[in-house]
């Protein structure tokens, strides 16, 4: 599918095209962030709330990425 296809970058990929703000690596998490919070919060939140929430989780991500030191999946860290 194609969201398991944006989740097959290995964790130095994912952090190293983060931290350059490389569009797709950003656009790929959003798209994994957001059908992470739809799958949560359903039926809690409306669309325009979980693009919000999406959104508001990547700039967070973004702005600790360097923080992350490989003890788990990066797709782990970042959901946590």
Sequence with gaps: ???ASKTLRSNESWVAQL???DR???HDLTI???AGVCKSLIGVLDEH???DVAQDAVLKILSSVASYR???Q???WALS
């Design 1 to 3: 599918t194609e969201l």
């Design 19 to 21: 931290a350059a703000n």
């Design 24 to 26: 797709h690596a950003i």
């Design 32 to 34: 994994i962030l957001r």
């Design 49 to 51: 709330q979980v693009e």
């Design 70 to 72: 490989g003890g788990s």
């Design 74 to 76: 990066f797709l782990t």
